[in-house]
Structure formats: structure tokens, C-alpha cells
């Protein structure tokens, strides 16, 4: 019975979506599992990175939070991520919204539009975000910086919140729009708490793509405007010590915490959203059998 809903839900069977996700999982594995071999290496007593270590040591830990600039790079990088994931949501989500909205015909031609960062080589658009910000003298400033990296991050937002808006019945939206909710309440009540994992999937991508950018950001960096990518950048050039794998180290955790922080808030909401559902439905048998005469 239960394999039979499975078929109907998926329209695969069972062996052939465990299959798929071991697969997946074994991909995913293969491209992570190399960049993880930076964790170890920041852990070298010596001056040169060597995997596995020598010896290990703390020691770069130290230099990099002894290092003024290094301090300076890695805050400018959390700076820039929040205010880029903060205009990226504010545009994305709109834009999400509206392309839900579209008709048939233009959808696509905004879809493509809104998808373009991703699509277009990173090295043209850093240079027309380059150009564009020398004109209007956002070049080498935190604003600039996060605008730039927010224009990168708004495709991330638009395709989360977009899935998340295909799960939305319009039936929802509609019976609150007739029982006289203005747009807002319907919004605020019903849509926004239905697309949430969306939107924080879409914060979280945003944040990290702005965090671990470093093309764009060499290009519209400045003396008061300089990540911790664009550091890491300058400092291989000139010297390859284990303190570019403590920063490259920083990167990879922060992006794992997200990623579980998402995870996290995704399970919660799904166990609060199945007692809101079993309590009701409770509510709805307790009232079925009291409707009943003895």
C-alpha cells in the first residue's frame, strides 16, 4: 500500500530513488571531500603547508587573529554577506512573486533575465559591475561591494523561493482574499510562513555566495573594501603559509554551519506544521463524534 504512494507521489519506485540519492550522495562526497583536506593543513606546526602535517600546531590560528588584517578582511566579508543577502531577499522575493504571476508568454523572458548572473561568465559581469561602479563611484566601497555581490546572489533567492511558491495552493490565498483579508494579511498569514524554508534556503545560498566570492570582489575592492577571498588572494601571491588555509578553513565552516542552521529551521517548521496538523484534525474527529446522537 504504502510502496503503491510512493509510485503515485514520485513516479519512480522506491530502489530506483534510493539509487538516485546514493548516487547524489556519492558525487557530492567526490567534490567536497577534496576541499575539506584545507581543514588539516591549517594545522601545520611549519611554515609551509604540507598534508598531513608534520607536526601539528595552533600556531596560524594565532597569527591570523594576531594579524590586523586579516581580522579586517574576514569582518568586511560578513559585513558585505548580511547587507548583500538583505538587498538580494528584498529584490528576490518580489521578483519570485511576480514571475508566479506572469503569463506564459513572459515568463520565461523574466526567468532569463532574473537567471542571468548564473549564466553569463563571471569575468563580463565583474567588469560591468567594474565599469558601472566607477561611474557612479561605488568602486572600492562596502556598498558597492554588497550590491554587486547581491546582483550575483538574487538568482539563488529567486529559484528557492520560486520552488517554494509552487507548493502554495492558490485556493489558500484565494478563500482568505474572499473572506475580506487585504493582499498584506494574505501574504503575512499565508503565503510567507508556506515559503519560509524557501526564503531562508535562498538567505543562506545568497550569504554564501557572497561570502566565498572572490572574482567580482577583486575587481571592486578598495582599502576600506577588501574580503577575506580577496586576501587570501593577495597573500598566495606574495607568500603560501598555513594562515590562507585557516582563513580558507573559516570559509568552509561558516558555509557548513548555514547549511545546517537551514536544515534545522526547515525540521522545525515541518514538525510544528504536523502537530498544527494532527491537533486539527483531532479538533475535527472530536466534533464529528460529538455531531453523532447516541
Do not use: C
Not at 31 to 40: Q, R
Not at 146 to 175: E, K, M, T
Amino acid at each position: 500500500m504504502n510502496s503503491s504512494k510512493d509510485r503515485q507521489l514520485t513516479g519512480a519506485p522506491a530502489p530506483w530513488r534510493w539509487s538516485a540519492q546514493i548516487g547524489a550522495n556519492l558525487v557530492i562526497a567526490f567534490l567536497v571531500l577534496p576541499i575539506l583536506a584545507v581543514i588539516p593543513t591549517s594545522f601545520n606546526a611549519s611554515s609551509f603547508i604540507s598534508l598531513p602535517p608534520a607536526a601539528w600546531s595552533t600556531r596560524w590560528y594565532g597569527a591570523f587573529f594576531a594579524d590586523a588584517e586579516w581580522r579586517a578582511a574576514l569582518w568586511t566579508s560578513v559585513q558585505v554577506a548580511i547587507m548583500a543577502t538583505v538587498a538580494a531577499l528584498a529584490l528576490g522575493l518580489p521578483a519570485a512573486l511576480g514571475l508566479q504571476r506572469t503569463g506564459p508568454l513572459m515568463r520565461p523572458i523574466l526567468s532569463g533575465l532574473f537567471l542571468a548572473p548564473m549564466i553569463v561568465p563571471v569575468i563580463v559581469t565583474a567588469v560591468a559591475i567594474y565599469r558601472t561602479a566607477l561611474d557612479v563611484g561605488l568602486s572600492g566601497t562596502r556598498i558597492g561591494m554588497a550590491l554587486s555581490h547581491a546582483a550575483l546572489a538574487l538568482p539563488f533567492v529567486v529559484i528557492n523561493i520560486g520552488v517554494s511558491l509552487r507548493g502554495v495552493d492558490r485556493r489558500w490565498q484565494q478563500a482568505a482574499a474572499g473572506l475580506g483579508a487585504s493582499a498584506w494579511t494574505v501574504f503575512r498569514t499565508i503565503t510567507l510562513p508556506n515559503i519560509m524554508p524557501g526564503v531562508v534556503g535562498g538567505a543562506v545560498f545568497a550569504f554564501i555566495s557572497s561570502f566565498d566570492e572572490v572574482v567580482v570582489a577583486v575587481f571592486m575592492a578598495g582599502y576600506g573594501a577588501k574580503t577575506l577571498p580577496v586576501k587570501i588572494w593577495e597573500a598566495i601571491r606574495i607568500e603560501f603559509t598555513p594562515v590562507t588555509a585557516v582563513a580558507a578553513t573559516f570559509m568552509i565552516v561558516l558555509a557548513a554551519l548555514l547549511f545546517v542552521l537551514a536544515r534545522v529551521i526547515d525540521a522545525r517548521r515541518q514538525r510544528a506544521l504536523g502537530s498544527k496538523a494532527a491537533q486539527a484534525a483531532a479538533g475535527e474527529d472530536k466534533t464529528a463524534h460529538q455531531g453523532v446522537p447516541a
